[in-house]
């Protein structure tokens, strides 16, 4: 027996010996594979992402006051000076447009009428001259001169006639009654004052005796109509977007508790108030009722369904031809359709679609990859 051979059972033995005590390498580290875009998949070539519906905005509560419809109110002061004679109307009557809201003595017109029946005395008489003087200068008993000065007197009457006229007119003299020959016009100096619109007299300002005229800074009367009211809030900026005209808000005062007025939104300001940065919206509301009173503290809530949705893309997904904006649409993986699209707003980064882009569908993020659309490829399903 060799050597290695009376060895060999102690070799072995020390073999077994390092296997049991010798530790199993590590396992290899895992390295974290990022997850894929969640609107987006990536095919060959091409990037695409999925437009997903917008999220509603929540519901927006403002503080708001009620007010009388702009075109539903009129505050009425008198145009003329001096005393009234009387009153014909009480606080809270309901009125028709027409009818006399009061009687007042205005001297004005006494002298604007004695002035106009002064002008057509004067008037007549030149017309009177003119033709006379016309009939001798035919019959050359007359220099040119005599003719030119005649109707030169025409003329300035004319015009002072004219203006007479519609000096009783501004003083509110029917021209009706002008119209009718002179020994038939009855006017006087008491001119009766009426309102322009049917509604309720909600204010009033005058007392028999009491002497009006237009250095008032105060309405005499106000009539509105209460059947149809208007409530106005602020808006922030960064909540105009979810507020459109049309909408139909609710509307909430103290003095009803748990009940809910439905108010359209009519305007939305085009101004920005500078030291507030709001901007006013004015909502109408029906008041049949009249339960609702002007400068009544409101609360109005517009729902966030009202705004209509808004589709933001990437704007490197849009291409521009021809003055038009277009898109790219994967119908099915492989076959594309290119679309026009109408744009609302771009910012450096992003589009927001009006037309063209439903929620649903696949847009290609990068149009460009797709050079076969521009090369008329038929997989490309319709350029």
């Known amino acids: 027996m060799t050597r290695l051979a009376q060895h060999l059972p102690a070799i072995l033995l020390c073999l077994s010996l390092v296997a049991c005590t010798s530790q199993d390498p590590p396992a290899p580290t895992a390295k974290p594979v990022a997850p894929p875009a969640a609107a987006g998949r990536i095919q060959p070539g091409v990037q695409t992402m999925r437009i997903e519906a917008p999220p509603s905005l929540p519901a927006l509560t403002l503080s708001a006051r009620v007010t009388y419809a702009e075109d539903g109110f009129s505050r ?48 007549g008489l030149a017309e009177r001259n003119y033709e006379l003087t016309k009939d001798l200068y035919d019959a050359q008993a007359m220099a040119l001169k005599d003719l030119e000065h005649a109707e030169n007197d025409l003329n300035r009457e004319r015009a002072e006639f004219k203006q007479a006229k519609e000096r009783l007119l501004s003083l509110r003299v029917p021209a009706a009654e002008l119209s009718k020959p002179l020994a038939q016009q009855q006017i006087t100096s008491r001119f009766e004052l009426r309102s322009p619109l049917t509604g309720t007299v909600v204010e009033r300002n005058v007392t028999p005796g009491q002497i009006v005229g237009t250095a008032s800074d105060q309405p005499l009367f106000t009539v509105a109509n209460l059947d149809r009211l208007q409530v106005v809030a602020d808006v922030y900026e960064h909540d105009l977007s979810g507020i459109q005209v049309g909408a139909v808000a609710a ?4 003095a009803y508790p748990g009940i809910e007025f439905p108010a359209k939104i009519a305007v939305i300001g085009d101004l920005v108030d500078p030291a507030t940065r709001t901007i006013k919206i004015r909502a109408t509301v029906p008041n049949q009722d009249r339960r609702l009173k002007p400068e009544m503290f409101a609360r109005l809530t517009i729902a ?80």
């Open 304 to 383: 966030g369904h009202t705004m209509r949705p808004k589709i933001v893309i990437p704007r490197q997904a849009v291409m521009e031809r021809s003055g038009r904006q277009w898109i790219v649409v994967e119908l099915e993986p492989g076959r594309y359709e290119e679309r026009p699209v109408t744009i609302d707003s771009v910012t450096e980064t992003q589009v927001t679609i009006r037309e063209g882009l439903a929620t649903g569908e696949r847009l290609v993020l990068s149009p460009s990859s797709l050079n076969h659309l521009a090369a008329g490829d038929t997989s490309a399903g319709g350029a």
């Open 76 to 123: 009425i002061s008198s145009p003329l000076q001096g005393p009234v004679l009387d009153v014909r109307v009480k606080l809270g009557q309901a009125v028709k447009a027409g009818d006399i809201l009061m009687v007042i003595d205005a001297a004005d017109i006494a002298r604007a009428y004695a002035a106009y029946v002064e002008e057509i005395s004067e008037l």
């Open 251 to 254: 509307m909430t005062v103290e």
